[in-house]
């Protein structure tokens, strides 16, 4: 506005002189634009170089155990020291020449001006201008003289935050999870329900993992998958909570996609205790109940059936000892443990175990499938494991190879079959 209004009096006053100056703000304003491209990607890489140091960090420290064990230090935090040199080069690039750019834009300004108030003077000697005009002008000039400034400046603010849209545009531009309109719920009204898998393709680059899996599991039923480790076993755990859409097939709850099901409503009655748990640095009671309301007495009978209610008994504050981050304060069967109390909770109709068990000790391992016995009956169940024992607690067996199916029926079966199965498990035979 304050722009608008002397450019308007200097007009009424003196046109020739006011379009002097308005011709000539916008060649300093392109010489200063000039100036700011030179320093609009210093933010940027301010920036960046923060990520990578900050990413560094975390991962450092994550693994410190890992570091230290492999007597890694020195490579590790020599690398951080690097990280952090480069954050400090670069934020003080930036900063000083962004500030110099700044400057040297204000110096040309300020050049401009002074070039317009000689034009000026000069316009008095020798045309109508009185002196008394001549201040005047001088006095609207003073007046416009911060504005501009203000918007030249404007443009270092842009370029610098600039620098981190881009970085938002990025995240932003990534696809989210499909939103299915869902609606229909088959766990409705039935304690249980069976899972069809057709002709399920999925590559998570060039290469498939799963080629045309087939596979029915009926209501109720406990099924063991298992096969050569990287065979992708975890990947079909993940397609069917739909944490990944598949590239052709379809998947079936009780007779409805998962499309129709929708995601929220599939993985409300879908439990999975995934290979590798995550454990929040927080109470036992916040890791179990995930922030759903339940009883202490209902988080005790979950602690029971997955053997670890001596273990947090026997801690000073029970249920309200903090874990650690990511669990360290406990075993890792404790931890898996607690996954397992946790799937329990969440009640669900359909149950997904992978490699559940696998850090467990013998005893533990029995105790545990006993007792889990009576919770899984009459839910469907798949359970994904290497140890015969863990595969022995499933009715049928289906083996996985190359990305499908390739055997299926009980233990004794396909002993006999003498197939793969036969090879992974037939020297188990006598044990
Ligand atoms: N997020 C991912 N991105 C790219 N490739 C992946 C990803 N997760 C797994 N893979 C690849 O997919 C293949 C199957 O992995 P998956 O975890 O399903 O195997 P698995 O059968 O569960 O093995 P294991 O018995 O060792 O747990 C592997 O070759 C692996 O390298
Ligand atoms: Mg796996």
């Known amino acids: 506005l304050t722009l608008v209004g002397t450019a308007t009096i200097l007009m009424w006053m003196n046109w020739k002189l006011a379009l002097l100056i308005l ?18 990607h210093l933010k940027k890489l301010e920036n960046d170089s923060t990520a990578r140091f900050t990413q560094a960090l975390t991962e450092t420290l994550e693994a410190i155990q890992e570091v230290r064990a492999g007597n890694r230090q020195g490579f590790f935090l020599g690398r951080l020291g690097q990280r952090a040199r480069e954050v400090r080069d670069f934020a003080v690039a930036s900063q000083w020449k962004s500030d110099a750019s700044g400057r040297a834009s204000g110096l040309l300004f300020q050049f401009g001006i002074d ?23 001088f006095s609207y000039l003073w007046f416009m003289i911060s504005p501009v400034e203000q918007l030249l400046n404007l443009q270092y603010a842009y370029y610098a935050a600039g620098g981190a849209l881009t970085r938002i545009n990025e995240l932003l531009a990534r696809a989210d999870e499909p939103q299915y309109p869902g609606g229909v719920d088959p766990f409705r009204n039935r304690d249980t329900v069976g899972i069809e898998v057709r002709d399920l393709s999925f590559g998570y680059g060039e290469d498939k993992v799963l080629e045309h899996l087939d596979l029915s599991i009926a209501p109720g039923e406990k099924v063991a998958i298992v096969g050569a480790s990287g065979g992708g076993k975890s990947t079909l755990v993940q397609l069917l909570l739909g944490l990944y859409t598949p590239q052709s097939g379809v998947i079936r709850f009780g007779g409805s996609t998962q499309q129709e099901i929708g995601l929220t409503t599939l993985r409300e009655h879908v439990a999975v205790v995934l290979q590798h748990p995550s454990l929040f640095n927080d109470s036992v009671r916040a890791n179990l109940t995930m922030g759903r309301e339940r009883s202490d007495e209902a988080c005790w009978q979950a602690l029971e059936i997955a053997q670890l209610d001596a273990t947090i008994r026997a801690l000073p504050q029970g249920l309200d000892s903090i874990v650690g981050r990511s669990g360290v304060r406990l075993s890792g069967g404790q931890r898996q443990r607690l996954a397992i109390a946790r799937m329990i909770l969440a009640q669900p109709r359909v149950v997904i175990l992978d490699e559940a068990t696998s850090a467990l000790d013998a005893a533990t391992e029995y105790n545990l499938h006993q007792a889990m016995a009576k919770f899984l009956s009459g839910r469907t169940t798949l359970i994904i494991a290497h140890r015969l024992s863990a595969v022995k607690q499933a009715d049928r067996v289906l083996v996985f190879d190359g990305g499908r199916i390739a055997e299926d029926g009980d233990h004794q079966q396909l002993i006999a079959d003498g197939g793969l199965y036969a090879r992974l498990y037939g020297h188990l035979q006598q044990v």
């Open 115 to 137: 070039i317009f108030r000689a034009v000026a003077m000069l316009t008095v000697l020798f045309s109508d201008l009185s002196i008394g005009q001549m201040l005047a002008v």
């Open 23 to 40: 011709l000539f703000n916008p060649l300093v304003i392109f010489a200063t634009v000039q100036l700011g491209k030179r320093v609009k």
